[in-house]
T-cell receptor
């Protein structure tokens, strides 16, 4: 069975600062994918970034980057130059390769960006 | 493109009533999924489909049925609603490429309250 753990229920950061959200996971698979999704108050689930386990290079998307530590089964999200629009729930998710892309989600981290 | 749409957006049911949630996607995706989101828990997979006419159980399938009669539509049915099914329901869809974990795109969610 796959598990995803987000140990920080809530975090706060000031505008323009940098914040890191933690995620650890467990899987017996060797090939898998990791995702960070953002859920603003509108409830829409929005993909922030994805990482293929076979890639050593950490994924980046503009102000968002990950620190993927495969041996430690850790997948943290760093948000640089935080903006008020980054206020949202952030979910870490793990997906297996195969015929169906089923995802296992963590419980989420609520991020509040303040002035 | 509208992406993934869900109807209705919000519904109130009495215990024992039945209803169907509709998910539609216009991205020609093979795979479709139904998740539920409860407070303090991540999204959990209810059922999924790898193609027209095929469905499979996810993590929490009890009390739900699904059908995929057309490629673009995925229906989630509650035959006899229970208060434990009060939740926010999300539909998602993704491409199918052998061995590749494609990104799932989510609908806006349906909030269901069972009294």
């Amino acid at each position: 069975a796959q598990t995803v753990t987000q140990s920080q229920p809530e975090m706060s950061v000031q505008e323009a600062e940098t914040v890191t959200l933690s995620c650890t996971y467990d899987t017996s698979e060797n090939n898998y994918y990791l995702f960070w999704y953002k859920q603003p108050p509108s409830r829409q689930m929005i993909l922030v970034i994805r990482q293929e386990a076979y890639k050593q290079q950490n994924a980046t998307e503009n102000r968002f980057s990950v620190n993927f530590q495969k041996a430690a089964k850790s997948f943290s999200l760093k948000i640089s130059d935080s903006q008020l629009g980054d206020t949202a729930m952030y979910f870490c998710a793990l997906g297996r390769t195969g015929t169906a892309s089923k995802l296992t989600f963590g419980t989420g981290t609520r991020l509040q960006v303040t002035l | 493109n509208a992406g993934v749409t869900q109807t209705p957006k919000f519904r109130v049911l009495k215990t024992g009533q039945s209803m169907t949630l509709l998910c539609a996607q216009d991205m020609n995706h093979e795979y479709m999924y139904w998740y539920r989101q409860d407070p303090g828990m991540g999204l959990r997979l209810i059922h999924y489909s790898v193609g027209e006419g095929t469905t499979a159980k996810g993590e929490v399938p009890d009390g739900y049925n699904v059908s995929r009669l057309k490629k673009q539509n995925f229906l989630l049915g509650l035959e006899s609603a229970a208060p434990s099914q009060t939740s926010v329901y999300f539909c998602a869809s993704s491409y199918s490429l052998a061995g590749i974990q494609e990104t799932q795109y989510f609908g806006p969610g349906t909030r269901l309250l069972v009294l």
